[in-house]
């Protein structure tokens, strides 16, 4: 089993920045994907960014303002949110694949509020 523990959720002002921790813990022998995701009020689950060990892979409205990374040595990834808008208002979900089976795992979710 595989846990997912997220950090770094908050209240920001439009224009700010905030960092989200994920980190993983359990039975892991290699990871393949980490991503991020968020959930916004009365929307569907959308996906803000992946990793992998070839490359990153944003969505459009996050382009030039989020940066996702990861540290294979910890087992942590993080997502570096600069130039906070207000339509960034969501719960922000870390999530991960496995190497090997495929399988996928979900943190629980970190609220993070843009607002003046």
């Known amino acids: 089993q595989v846990q997912l523990v997220e950090s770094g959720g908050g209240l920001v002002q439009p224009g700010g920045s905030l960092r989200l921790s994920c980190t993983a813990s359990?039975?892991?022998?290699?990871?393949?994907?980490w991503g991020w995701y968020r959930q916004a009020p009365g929307k569907q689950r959308e996906l803000v960014a992946t990793?992998?060990?070839?490359?990153?892979n944003y969505a459009d409205s996050v382009k030039g303002r989020f940066t996702i990374s990861r540290d294979n040595a910890r087992n942590t990834a993080s997502l570096q949110m600069n130039s906070l808008k207000p339509e960034d208002t969501a719960v922000y979900y870390c999530r991960l694949v496995l190497g090997g089976m495929g399988d996928v795992y979900w943190g629980q979710g970190t609220q993070v509020t843009v607002s003046s």
């Open positions: 990793i992998t060990n070839f490359g990153t």
């Open positions: 359990g039975n892991i022998f290699s990871i393949n994907t």
